[in-house]
Nanobody, 115 residues
Framework: QVQLVESGGGLVQAGGSLRLSCAAS????????MGWFRQAPGKQRELVAT???????NYADSVKGRFTISRDNAKNAVYLQMNSLKPEDTAVYYC?????????WGQGTQVTVSS
């Protein structure tokens, strides 16, 4: 069964930091592209950052210089280090894996940034 489980969300003041983790089932992680997305209330889900199996990275303009995506293939995990958080970063954050054209999503973790 395909599973992605996010953790690390919470409530933080503006300017603070959080680190999100996403653990994937061993059978699906491999070297597939992974990504973090987020969805704020009343808004569409948007890309935050992606990382390929080879380590190529892409960030949304809104998080460049503040967020860092990384992966540990040995642990079947992908991470999102979020620094200098802003209230507009408040959203549910989702981990996504792409395998053979199919998207697998985690259940999401809430990040709330207070001003």
């Amino acid at each position: 069964q395909v599973q992605l489980v996010e953790s690390g969300g919470g409530l933080v003041q503006a300017g603070g930091s959080l680190r999100l983790s996403c653990a994937a089932s061993r059978t699906i992680f491999g070297f597939n592209p992974m990504g973090w997305f987020r969805q704020a209330p009343g808004k569409q889900r948007e890309l935050v950052a992606t990382i390929t199996g080879g380590g190529s990275i892409n960030y949304a303009d809104s998080v460049k210089g503040r967020f860092t995506i990384s992966r540990d293939n040995a642990k079947n995990a992908v991470y999102l280090q979020m620094n200098s958080l802003k209230p507009e970063d408040t959203a549910v954050y989702y981990c996504r894996l792409t395998q053979s054209g199919t998207f697998y999503w985690g259940q999401g973790t809430q990040v709330t940034v207070s001003s």
